[in-house]
């Protein structure tokens, strides 16, 4: 399986990854998206972001446990779990907002879940814009320290995804669980190789 991952190239994933966008949206615009399309349309860009920042940290448990390389299609995870999350936060902006920018400040210090929401976005954005070959070349060692921002913006993004359900909801307890523990085993893992 591995030496036909390592045969495939990088930039179907961006294709694929982008078509469950294209089809929300056409969704939202034939009117497949229920009574309350801009909420069903940010509530499925924000899970799908949330999936794929979580997929881009579990390459590494894949390839520990299972022997799964999945390494050259991290980078294409997470910007594409950045893509989700800038369409995410565009709705909100855009067709739920009108962009009122002071309602938008408004809601940002008085909400807590959309606070949670701007804090996990702020971080992705230097992640993304270290994430080209360049980058990571002229950035060295520090580029990985930068990179544990996401950590942060994976949980943070779980916390969102639960505080925003009126109700809390399994699906949404699910993804923040999962994103823990991938953050903590990532993190366990860090503390015992400084051990050694």
């Excluded at 699910?174 to 990532?186: E, F, K, N, T």
Aim: hydrophobic share 55%.
């Amino acid at each position: 399986m591995n030496d036909v991952l390592r045969r495939l190239p990088e930039w179907p994933v961006y294709i694929i990854g982008l078509l469950p966008a294209v089809w929300f949206l056409w969704l939202g615009m034939t009117g497949g998206l229920g009574v309350e399309p801009i909420s069903a349309l940010e509530h499925k860009l924000g899970v799908t972001a949330l999936q794929f920042l979580i997929a881009s940290l579990l390459v590494t448990p894949l390839r520990r446990y299972a022997g799964v390389n999945l390494l050259k299609f991290r980078r294409a995870f997470g910007l594409l779990g950045f893509i989700y999350v800038c369409l995410h936060l565009l709705t909100w902006l855009v067709l739920d907002m009108s962009l009122l920018w002071a309602q938008i400040v408004n809601d940002i210090v008085e909400r807590p879940y959309i606070t949670i929401g701007v804090m996990a976005f702020v971080p992705l954005v230097p992640l993304a814009m270290t994430s080209t070959k360049r980058a990571i070349r002229r950035m060295g060692p520090r580029w990985q320290t930068l990179h544990r921002l996401s950590y942060v913006s994976v949980v943070l993004g779980g916390v969102h995804f639960v505080m925003q359900e009126k109700v809390w909801t399994a699906q949404s307890l699910i993804y923040l669980g999962i994103a823990i523990a991938v953050v903590a085993m990532r993190l366990l893992w860090r503390r015992r190789r400084v051990a050694r």
